[in-house]
């Protein structure tokens, strides 16, 4: 059985992938950076942009249908580009399936785990500015009732 990555991915770059058509597609790129003897791989995720550009394409004309503006603004959530994907220490050693043509099929053993962590970059700054903003801003409405507006009550 041959070894396999396991990557733990955003649900914005999940939505984003799954809204993928075509069958060769460059979703996104891993890169594994040289190490140290002993030391964890450091290794990078990078979100193709093509992919995330059509995946906002798709939401924004759904969400054009939607006509409260406070829920077609939060439907669409970009999804950060790059990442750093950090080493689950302790895995179990799962076995993936698959089925096809021929029945089931064991694909291989999952070897390494990483969660994938936004990098810390100005992209990602304003990312997490604008959802905090968002987060913050009230959609609450008060109306202050007058005495005659209590009594009619």
């Known amino acids: 059985a041959r070894p396999l990555w396991l990557v733990r991915i955003p649900p914005s770059v999940h939505k984003a992938w799954n809204a993928v058509k075509e069958g060769d597609t460059l979703v996104g790129t891993i890169r594994v950076y040289s190490q140290q003897e002993g030391q964890p791989p450091r290794v990078s995720l990078h979100v193709n942009e093509e992919i995330v550009n059509k995946y906002k394409q798709q939401v924004e004309a759904e969400a ?90």
């Open 64 to 153: 054009s249908k939607v006509r409260d503006p406070r829920k077609r603004q939060r439907k669409f959530i970009e999804p950060v580009k790059d990442y750093e994907l950090g080493l689950v220490k302790e895995i179990p050693k799962t076995r993936i399936f698959s089925e096809g043509s021929g029945g089931v099929e064991m694909q291989g053993i999952i070897s390494e785990s990483f969660i994938a962590q936004p990098k810390l970059s100005k992209e990602y700054q304003s990312f997490a500015g604008s959802r905090s903003k968002s987060a913050s801003t009230r959609t609450a409405v008060v109306k202050q009732l007058s005495w005659r507006d209590e009594e009619a009550l």
